[in-house]
């Protein structure tokens, strides 16, 4: 089945350092979704993107999607203490839906003051 | 966007009890899923909500041990049935909408703890 591999799994930073998560898929995807989830909070969509090779960018977030539509990447620019939180990416499957979705293990983000 | 309620936000339970757990959402949906997630950990889901028809369970999870059941298109109940100290997680009902595309939202969750 199909597996989506998120490196690195926690990663400390200073605050007002880049910080970057990456999402590896084990077959090509109809597109990728990521998520943040607060320390005790619930999962809240942050972007989908579908076609190859997109990049698109919210505020200090710049999110990508692969030429080959396999891999992604989330980065933060000048980190800050409201980014604090695991970081998932969301696979979907070509001709599945929302329950094709496979996540990423996540990434959590420590940022110290 | 959709309003997603769930409850019990969390639950202390003793071994081979069961609860069921609530989701109530402020419009009609096309999909709802049932997520676990143990602590620290990813997204895993249990099955798919059905109105009107059995619930598709994914591999490793069956219907007797989180018996699940949509009677309309805003409401669904999960129940962990005969519980032990490994259903401990957070139980995440969530939504799609038609608008949405594949897109979720997750309610706050369920933290249950078994003792």
């Known amino acids: 089945g199909q597996q989506v591999m998120q490196i690195p799994q926690y990663q400390h930073v200073q605050e007002g350092e880049d910080f970057t998560t990456y999402c590896n898929s084990s077959?090509?995807?109809?597109?990728i979704q990521w998520y943040k989830q607060r320390p005790g909070g619930h999962p809240v969509f942050l972007i989908q993107?579908?076609?190859?090779?997109e990049v698109k960018k919210q505020k200090r977030l710049t999110f990508q999607f692969g030429e080959a539509k396999k891999n992604s990447s989330l980065h933060i620019t000048a980190t800050q203490t409201t980014d604090v939180g695991t970081y998932f990416c969301?696979?979907?499957?070509?001709?599945?839906?929302?329950?094709?979705?496979?996540f990423g293990k996540g990434t959590h983000l420590i940022i110290q003051p | 966007s959709a309003v997603i309620s769930q409850k019990p936000s969390r639950d202390i339970c003793q071994r081979g009890t069961s609860l069921t757990i609530q989701c109530q959402v402020d419009?009609?949906?096309?999909?709802m899923f049932w997520y676990r997630q143990q602590p620290g950990q990813s997204l895993t889901l249990i099955a798919t909500?059905?109105?009107?028809?059995?619930?598709?369970?994914e591999s490793g999870f069956v219907i007797d041990k989180f018996p699940i059941s949509r009677p309309n298109l805003t409401f669904s109940t999960l129940t962990v049935s005969n519980m032990s100290p490994e259903d401990s997680s957070i139980y995440l009902c969530?939504?799609?909408?038609?608008?949405?595309?594949?897109?979720?939202?997750f309610g706050s969750g369920t933290q249950l703890s078994v003792l």
């Open positions: 969530s939504v799609e909408t038609r608008a949405t595309n594949e897109k979720l939202f």
């Open positions: 077959t090509t995807l109809s597109n």
């Open positions: 909500a059905n109105q009107g028809s059995e619930a598709t369970y």
């Open positions: 419009s009609q949906v096309t999909m």
């Open positions: 993107l579908v076609k190859s090779g």
């Open positions: 969301a696979g979907g499957s070509v001709g599945g839906g929302a329950d094709g979705l496979t």
